[in-house]
């Protein structure tokens, strides 16, 4: 059973990789005219992957799907708490602009031979076990 999720995680790794890089998702380019404004490609490529999440989850709770801990599948409501939305939306943005891509395209990037991002992904590990670390301390 382990194999066969790992096999359909790999996959679905080689699948989102394919995706990234015919989008041009990954292009530091296309990154920047998105937040120069002079672009819609990148608007459009995330409202797509909105729509679809958004049309995945319904179907997955019509059909029953549970979760591996066996709840439903369901929506979950965040309480609005605009100084922690504004200080992390903050920092995940400067991220993306000083590093040129956000955390998901770090591995296509490094899979399409930029070894540059080698530095941003020990940093991206990092950072998470840092939170995982403090994260008992913070106002969840």
Do not use: Q
């Not at 920047?32 to 999440?53: K, N």
């Amino acid at each position: 059973m382990k194999v066969k999720r790992l096999i359909s995680f790999f996959l679905t790794g080689i699948l989102f990789g394919i995706i990234m890089s015919k989008s041009e998702a990954i292009s530091w380019f296309r990154i920047h005219e998105m937040f120069r404004f002079e672009s819609f490609h990148m608007y459009g490529i995330i409202g797509v992957a909105v729509i679809v999440g958004i049309i995945t989850l319904r179907v997955w709770k019509l059909m029953g799907f549970r979760t591996k801990d066996g709840d439903e599948v369901r929506n979950y409501v965040m309480p609005l708490n605009p100084k922690r939305h504004i200080l992390a939306g903050t920092i995940f943005g400067l991220g993306w602009a000083l590093i040129g891509a956000c955390p998901g395209p770090i591995y296509v990037l490094l899979g399409h031979g930029f070894l540059i991002f080698i530095p941003v992904l020990l940093g991206a590990i990092a950072g998470t076990w840092f939170y995982a670390m403090i994260k008992k301390h913070l106002p969840h």
